[in-house]
């Protein structure tokens, strides 16, 4: 699924990564309420990480934790102007 990425730090101590590691990671995902962060939520609950999402309405977070299921973490992320 992800071809582009960093090395991990199992591959570089030359043991292979999988994703049973996940099952002791906690995975936090920005924008975890739509689209793409959505679908990876899915994807990393689903291989057995810990999953924490956020984004900007409270709806669209509440109908993600729906979706992905299970033991979600979400927190309601606000902006501002710099």
């Known amino acids: 699924m992800f071809q582009n990425r960093v090395t991990t730090a199992n591959e570089r101590k030359g043991r292979e990564t999988t994703w ?6 906690v ?32 709806q669209t977070l509440d ?10 973490f979400w927190q309601s992320a606000q902006t501002c102007p710099v």
């Open 20 to 25: 049973a590691d996940w099952k002791v990671k």
């Open 27 to 58: 995975a936090v995902i920005t924008g975890g309420n739509s689209g793409i962060g959505l679908a990876t939520a899915k994807e990393f609950k689903e291989q057995g990480a810990r999953v924490v999402i956020t984004g900007r309405d409270q």
């Open 63 to 72: 109908d993600a934790k729906a979706a992905i299921g299970g033991n979600v």
